[in-house]
């Protein structure tokens, strides 16, 4: 829908292109999913854990300046716990983007960005944008992965790394503007 031009009654309209696109959002339980979420859409911080059931869906509109476009992203979290992988096929079911998640003081978190992707991967999700995601880089003392570690899983991904915290707010906003450019780029072409 880009260049969205129209005529009424002989006159011309051009406006900017509006679209909606699915961005799931996936990784362990409890790595800040929701948080980065919340953090983004209402600028948030929740102290209280709450796991996600199934899928927690938020809607956001961001303005890509430079593409002269709003697109609307549709972010599915999907719950981390092993008792909702049955239900990945629909929530993955035409995703235009993914954010894979980890927490950065629990290895185990880290180790299982390979599954969530293999995951994503059998669903035909390959070729589409996606960036990884270290969070919780405001626990400094508790830090248990490396840049090294994580810029090479990120060049295995083929996916930009970028370090979050959904407390403080670093490089939230960022996160979500990448992807939503990085889809947007991807459905043009």
């Given at each position: 829908m880009s260049n969205n031009k129209r005529e009424e009654g002989g006159l011309f309209?051009?406006?900017?292109?509006?679209?909606?696109?699915?961005?799931?959002?996936?990784?362990?339980?409890?790595?800040?999913?929701?948080?980065?979420?919340?953090?983004?859409?209402?600028?948030?911080?929740?102290?209280v854990y709450l796991p996600t059931v199934g899928v927690n869906i938020v809607k956001e509109t961001i303005e890509l300046k430079e593409c002269n476009a709003t697109i609307n992203l549709m972010f599915w979290e999907v719950a981390g716990q092993p008792q909702f992988y049955m239900l990945h096929r629909p929530y993955f079911n035409g995703a235009d983007g993914m954010l894979l998640v980890f927490d950065m003081t629990r290895s185990s978190t880290f180790s299982n960005v390979s599954n969530w992707y293999s995951s994503a991967e059998k669903f035909g999700l390959s070729n589409i944008p996606r960036i990884l995601i270290g969070n919780k880089v405001d626990l400094k003392d508790e830090r248990k992965i490396i840049l090294p570690m994580a810029e090479h899983l990120s060049e295995k991904l083929n996916a930009p790394y970028y370090e979050t915290s959904a407390l403080t707010g670093d490089t939230v906003k960022e996160v979500f503007q990448k992807i939503a450019e990085l889809v947007f780029k991807y459905k043009e072409n």
């Open positions: 309209f051009e406006g900017k292109s509006e679209s909606i696109y699915k961005v799931i959002v996936i990784g362990d339980p409890s790595v800040g999913k929701t948080s980065l979420l919340t953090k983004f859409a209402k600028n948030k911080f929740e102290e």
